[in-house]
C-alpha cells in the first residue's frame, strides 16, 4: 500500500487534534518531508519503508512494546538499531518511528476494502484475523495511544507549551430494534409461552402476563416503550448524553419489526423530542446497501420528527465501506455510530475521538463525522457469553482508557435488553456504570 498526500494529512489531522487539542497545527508536506508546526515547534514526521509497510499489512511487522501507563502497552516499530524514538534539534523535534500508517489503515477503514477481507454472514467485517487482533489492540485505540505519547515526548522537550484536555464524556445510544414486546393476540400469546417453554419460568410468565394486561389496557405500558423511558431517565440521571436510534420501516418490508407509520412509533417519538433527546436512524438491514431505501427511511423519520435527522447508527452494524458510506453521504447523514466490531468490544476504528470517515475511492476525507462503538450489551451477552461481573469491569476500564485518551465512551444498550432475562445485566450492569 502506498500513503498519499491526502491520507498522511488527514491522519496526521486527527493525530495533532487528540495530541494538542485547541491548536490549529499548520502542516507542510513535500515529497519524503512531513512537517508539523505546533507554535514555534516544528515536528518532523517519519513514515516506514515499503518492506516494512507491506509486513504491517500482513500483520507480521515486528514491533517493540511501548508502556504507557499502567496496563497500556502499544506496538511500535523502531526501524533504527539504537531503537531510539525521536531526535531534537534547536526548535525541532524529528519522530524517528512511524505514528501514520496504522492509524490510517485503522482510521479509514483500509483493510475492509481489500479483497481478502474477512466478513460474516451478514457482510460485516470481523474481528478475527483483523490487523486490530493481529497487533493485540482491541483494547487500545492506537491512533489516540500515538497522539498522546507524540504529546509527551514534545512537552518533555518544550514544557512552555501548555495543552489544556479535552473533555471527554460517556454517550449513551440505544438502538429500538424492537419498539413493543406485545401486539396483536397471536403475537402476544406466542411471547408469553416462551417464558413457559423456553425460560421454564412460572415466576417469569406470571410477569409478564401482568404486562400484557397492562399494555392491553394502554399501549405505552408495553415493557419494551417502558424501557425506552427507564434507559433515558438513568441516563439522565448520570448526566449522560442519550441518544435513540429507530427504525423507519414499514409493515411488510424485509426485517420490519414494528410500522414507524404506528401510533407506538409516534408516541415514542414525540416523547424523546419532548423531553430533548437526541434521535437518530436506525437504517435497515437492506438500506446498508441500498441508496434510495435508505433515503425513503430518512424521509419517513423525519416525516415523524418533525426536524432534520443527521445521526445514525446501521442496523446489525452492517458497514460495506465502498457501498454504506456512499448511502450515508447522499442522504445528508453528517453524524454515525455504527464502526464498532459486534462480537468483540474495544477499539475498531484505533480511536476514541469522533474523527471524519475517509472516503478511500477517492482519496478524500468526507464531512461524515464517526463517533467509533466501544461497547455492546449483545457482545458481551451473545458474543462473548461473558458473566454480569467481568462484563462490569470490562467496561469500565474501556471507559477509564477513554478518559484517559480524552476521547468519548461510546455504549449501546438496546431497550430489549432491561426486562425478563436481562433484568440482572440492566440492573447490574447499565445502571452502575
Known sequence: MQLSEHAIRYTLSHLLQVAFPHIMPSIYIDNQN??????????????????????????????????????LIVPLHLPNAEKKLYKTENQSITILCDLITLPFIFLSRWEEVQPNANRDAHGRFRFEGSLTQKYDVADIPLADAYAMLLRQWVCQLFPRLQIPPRQSQIISTHDVDILTRFGNLKK??????????????????????????????????????????????????????????IK???????????????KEAAYLVKYLHENNVRVGLHGSYKAASDSKLFSLEKRRLESLYGDKIELHRQHYLRFLPTQTQSCWESAGIREDYTLGFAEREGFRCGTCHPYP?????????????????????????????????????????????????????????????????????????????
Open 357 to 433: 470517515l475517509y472516503d478511500l475511492a477517492n482519496d478524500r476525507p468526507t464531512a461524515i463525522i464517526e463517533h467509533p462503538l466501544i461497547a455492546m450489551d449483545m457482545t458481551f451477552i451473545q458474543y462473548r457469553k461473558m458473566k454480569v461481573e467481568k462484563t462490569l469491569l470490562k467496561i469500565k476500564e474501556l471507559r477509564n482508557i477513554c478518559q484517559q485518551m480524552e476521547g468519548d465512551f461510546v455504549l449501546l444498550w438496546h431497550n430489549t435488553t432491561v426486562w425478563r432475562e436481562y433484568t440482572t445485566w440492566y440492573e447490574s450492569v447499565f445502571c452502575k456504570l
Open 188 to 245: 402476544s400469546v406466542r411471547t408469553l409461552a416462551a417464558d413457559l417453554l423456553k425460560y421454564r419460568s412460572p415466576q417469569l410468565c406470571k410477569q409478564s402476563v401482568q404486562q400484557f394486561f397492562a399494555f392491553h389496557n394502554n399501549f405505552r405500558l408495553d415493557p419494551y416503550l417502558q424501557a425506552c423511558d427507564m434507559l433515558f431517565k438513568q441516563d439522565e440521571a448520570a448526566a449522560r448524553e442519550s441518544i435513540f436510534f
Open 34 to 71: 512531513i512537517i508539523a508546526e505546533i507554535g514555534d515547534v516544528s515536528i518532523h514526521f517519519s513514515i516506514m519503508d515499503e518492506k516494512s509497510r507491506d509486513a504491517l499489512v500482513a500483520g507480521n511487522l515486528a514491533c517493540e512494546k511501548w508502556k504507557m501507563a499502567p496496563g
Open 248 to 262: 423507519a420501516q414499514k409493515a411488510g418490508e424485509h426485517d420490519c419489526t414494528f410500522d414507524i407509520a404506528g
